[in-house]
């Protein structure tokens, strides 16, 4: 997970879920195991064609901008919808 971010960027968990070769469960839990670790963080509120998914995960974009230059890398868009919780750079607030 940490070197297709690396690579590719931010990523739903959708996106996860189909190079990680976990039940969608699994792959959900570790989502949640390495956001507590502080390995990855949620960095933007995606909006997809046929899903709603809450949080863009990446590890190494904090500045809002970059996420805007890379959202191709996204099945989807960026909004500017922050996640609940959320302040406007992406940290846990």
């Given at each position: 997970?940490?070197?297709?971010?690396?690579?590719?960027?931010?990523?739903?968990?959708?996106?996860?879920?189909?190079?990680?070769?976990?039940?969608?469960?699994a792959?959900?839990?570790v989502?949640?195991?390495a956001?507590?670790a502080?390995?990855i963080?949620?960095v933007?509120?995606?909006?997809?064609?046929?899903n709603?998914d809450?949080?863009a995960?990446?590890i190494?974009s904090?500045?809002?901008e970059?996420?805007?230059?890379?959202?191709?890398?996204?099945?989807?868009?960026?909004?500017?919808?922050?996640?609940?919780?959320?302040?406007a750079?992406?940290h846990?607030a």
């Amino acid at each position: 997970m940490r070197d297709y971010l690396l690579r590719h960027g931010p990523a739903t968990a959708q996106d996860l879920f189909g190079i990680l070769a976990l039940s969608r469960a699994a792959t959900y839990e570790v989502i949640r195991k390495a956001e507590r670790a502080g390995l990855i963080r949620p960095v933007a509120h995606v909006h997809s064609d046929g899903n709603h998914d809450p949080l863009a995960w990446d590890i190494d974009s904090p500045n809002p901008e970059l996420l805007w230059r890379r959202k191709e890398r996204l099945r989807g868009r960026f909004c500017t919808c922050l996640p609940k919780g959320r302040s406007a750079g992406g940290h846990v607030a």
